[in-house]
């Protein structure tokens, strides 16, 4: 099934019990899983005991002086540097964290460079709404226009560094489907035409079928034409027709949640499964996870957690309840997100996903004051 998960979730590690281990890895192989074999990276944790002591409120003060999109491209080059230790092929993509491409020239601090070590770190770059957003953003039309043209520079950045540009547009109708992927190919981006409502949920109807549909086996990112996003599965009932949902597509690659409607880990044989396009060629498999923000529904969250407790939570997401900002750069945190066996990475590494597309990276902009 899922070692890491089933690490985390079912079977934490609380003693230091070489017996427990391998009964463990032995549990996690009955269900179907090859253990992955890597080297535990220097943390704060290791197979979910504290290792280090740490000051709660040493890391309070220090909060105060972490600059927030540096934390967050260190949290993702070394969630990167983590899974290809693991598997050296496996696709890194974020979703949105556009501006955390470029970052301030240190001879000029009035110019802007690419920050080239975190786009080094990644294989592409999942950004909602050049075309056609989701929701308008600016309170005038001066204003949307050059959110607009901020996020399509920062993608022209980005395919210029060799990242796959991966967009999501919001459409309405086969005629929006066909202007955002004219300008999207224009740009040499990939176009996966969503919903209206923002719901990832089934195959679009504009159209049912891809975009540059293929027969081709789809060896890495490079490869892909087209994609679905598709991470909720609230409307199917049971892991398996979500399965055979997938099954009747043709899209180079797919994004899905690693839980069947946010509660239990597809197995690694249906990862396996939603490996093969309808006429029988390869794609790619993506999991989507969110390193920004924790749920209270997750796998991870424990009852006694809230606003504050541990510290590293901080306030809930507007309109949002049960999501919270965490201090992502914090070594609980971390711990939780990459670095060791009972990590959320090492599961979708173990479930069988050929790469992750990482989301809440926007959360940086929380700490910086310009997010509610």
Request: glycine content about 8%; charged content about 25%.
């Amino acid at each position: 099934m899922l070692p890491g998960m089933v690490f985390a979730a079912t079977f934490p590690f609380r003693r230091k019990s070489i017996a427990r281990l391998w009964a463990t890895i032995a549990a996690a192989m009955l269900l179907g899983a090859a253990p992955i074999a890597a080297a535990q990276e220097p943390g704060v944790r290791a197979q979910g005991e504290d290792v280090l002591p740490t000051d709660p409120a040493a890391e309070r003060r220090s909060a105060q002086r972490i600059d927030p999109r540096t934390e967050m491209r260190r949290l993702i080059r070394d969630s990167s540097r983590y899974l290809r230790s693991l598997n050296p092929s496996f696709i890194v993509i974020v979703e949105g964290g556009l501006d955390l491409l470029e970052t301030e020239d240190l001879v000029d601090p009035t110019a802007m460079v690419p920050a080239t070590s975190y786009i080094r770190a990644l294989d592409g770059i999942l950004v909602q709404g050049i075309k056609f957003p989701l929701k308008l953003v600016g309170d005038t039309e001066a204003a949307r226009k050059r959110e607009t043209e901020r996020i399509e520079r920062l993608a022209d950045l980005a395919r210029a560094n060799d990242l796959k540009v991966l967009v999501t547009d919001f459409v309405s109708s086969a005629e929006e489907t066909r202007l955002a992927v004219q300008f999207n190919r224009s740009k040499g981006f990939v176009t996966f035409a969503a919903a209206k409502n923002g719901r990832f949920r089934s195959v679009p109807k504009y159209p049912p079928r891809p975009f540059g549909e293929n027969h081709h086996n789809i060896t890495g990112i490079g490869d892909v034409q087209n994609f679905l996003h598709i991470t909720d599965s609230s409307e199917h009932d049971t892991h398996e027709d979500f399965v055979l949902h997938l099954a009747a597509s043709n899209f180079d690659a797919v994004i899905v949640d690693v839980f069947h409607r946010g509660r239990t880990p597809f197995a690694r044989r249906h990862v396996d499964s939603m490996k093969y396009k309808k006429l029988g060629a390869r794609r790619l498999v993506l999991a989507y996870m969110d390193i920004g923000h924790a749920t209270n529904h997750a796998y991870y969250w424990k009852p006694e957690w809230r606003e504050g407790n541990p510290y590293w939570i901080a306030a809930p997401v507007a309109g949002e309840p049960h999501r919270h900002f965490v201090e992502y750069w914090q070594p609980g945190w971390r711990s939780v997100v990459t670095g060791n066996t009972n990590s959320y990475l090492y599961g979708i590494a173990a479930q069988g996903f050929d790469g992750v597309v990482i989301g809440g990276v926007d959360a940086y902009r929380f700490f910086e004051g310009t997010v509610q």
